[in-house]
């Protein structure tokens, strides 16, 4: 189909290990948002994309946390440095336009684990 | 600050029932609202939005809510079936300039066959 797609769909990896997960959002979508869902609880914001450019990324929780996004397109979310508290569904959605103009279309999530 | 929130966590139904889920919002300045469902292992999924010069919506099966004068948003669901089973969120954001959506905690809706 033509949804949201992340990548991967799980991933675990040791404490201290770098990860990079990866969005590919519906093609025309120039809105593209990061999420963080901790097992059983709501949606925790991380950043928000309009084209290339973040224009809020006040979510991210620390310097460890940071995202790119290129060619309108795709977008990486990077943890350096994991540690167990990252542990977590990773969600990414995007928009046609901005957030009031139309609703998010979700990915089903990258599940990170860190032992 | 402010802040998006359910009344009630869980929330059984006898299926074929009707279902009300309710959201209370506090940010006046929100005027774009959205209904989510999210079943076990998957992403949020729109359901119904609706914008602040409305009162009411309706969708298949599902109709939304909205008391600008109490800040209070529903989503009803006629004819609850099992496979509505999931949690549900209502978000708000603001269409005047950049807000970032909020999402409310969720309700779980649990469907009795």
Redo the contacts between chains.
Sequence with gaps: GAGVSQSPSNKVTEKGKDVELRCDPISGHTALYWYRQSLGQGLEFLIYFQGNSAPDKSGLPSDRFSAERTGGSVSTLTIQRTQQEDSAVYLCASSLDSPGVGPQHFGDGTRLSIL | GESVGLHLPTLSVQEGDNSIINCAYSNSAS??F?W?KQES??????II?IRSNMDKRQGQRVTVLLNKTVKHLSLQIAATQPGDSAVY?CAE????G?????????TKLQVIP
């Design positions: 005027d774009y959205i989510y292992g998957k992403g949020p999924q729109f939005d969120f954001a603001d269409s005047g950049y807000q970032k959506v909020t999402f409310g905690t969720g």
